[in-house]
């Protein structure tokens, strides 16, 4: 079974200083682990993945997630803050077809 | 398409009457997903595809719901005799092949049984 944990419901940051959003996760075998962020009545968007290879990984925005095998996270993270950051992010799992999401964190950056 | 089409955007139905949701996948998309998200939470998996087989459903609720995707394209997901239980967000998504590649959302059809 695999699983994902998204631990804070909720992050405020005020714009300009670091994000970090937390995601744990429980995968058998390799994990194909996703970031996707979700504006007010819109989809999923997708922010940045790790399948193999450098645990750093950049994508959209200027987003990045850094895979931590041994401390089985893979949080995301912006240097740099913007308002037009904030949206509800999910971290997720994808292997043989079946797919798991974490139940969201809420970023609200303040200007 | 540009993207993935879900129709209708909104659904209303009455207690005890069958719907169908209908998803348009991107064009050469071999991989597609049916997804339930209830309000404040992420997507519950419901259903798979690749190309016309079905290679998981372990995320349907129960019998009552049923996918299929006969020529590998559009797929349907089907609620019979509906239940007030089933209102909620209905996603689908879908990717080029499998798991390692990123999946792109439709909008997503807000069923509501009354």
């Known amino acids: 079974a695999q699983s994902v944990a998204q631990p804070e419901d909720q992050v405020n940051v005020a714009e300009g200083n670091p994000l970090t959003v937390k995601c744990t996760y429980s995968?058998?075998?390799?994990?194909?682990l996703f970031w996707y962020v979700q504006y007010p009545n819109r989809g999923l968007q997708f922010l940045l993945k790790?399948?193999?290879?450098?645990?750093l990984v950049k994508g959209s925005y200027g987003f990045e997630a850094e895979f931590n095998k041994s401390q089985t996270s893979f949080h995301l993270k912006k240097p740099s803050a913007l308002v037009s950051d904030s949206a509800l992010y999910f971290c997720?799992?994808?292997?043989?077809?079946?797919?798991?999401f974490g139940d969201g964190t809420t970023l609200t950056v303040k200007p | 398409g540009a993207g993935v089409s879900q129709s209708p955007r909104y659904k209303v139905t009455k207690r005890g009457q069958d719907v169908a949701l209908r998803c348009d996948p991107i064009?050469?998309?071999?991989?597609l997903y049916w997804y339930r998200q209830a309000l404040g939470q992420g997507p519950e998996f419901l259903t798979y595809?690749?190309?016309?087989?079905?290679?998981?459903k372990s995320g349907l609720p129960n019998d009552r719901f049923s996918a299929e995707r006969p020529e590998g394209s559009i797929s349907t997901l089907t609620i019979q005799r509906t239940e007030q239980r089933d209102s909620a967000m209905y996603r689908c998504?879908?990717?080029?092949?499998?798991?390692?590649?990123?999946?792109?959302f439709g909008q997503g059809t807000r069923l509501t049984v009354v």
């Open positions: 998504a879908s990717s080029l092949v499998g798991g390692s590649t990123e999946a792109f």
């Open positions: 995968v058998s075998g390799n994990p194909y």
């Open positions: 790790y399948i193999t290879g450098d645990n």
């Open positions: 997720a799992s994808f292997g043989a077809g079946k797919s798991t």
């Open positions: 064009s050469g998309h071999v991989s």
């Open positions: 595809f690749n190309y016309e087989a079905q290679q998981d």
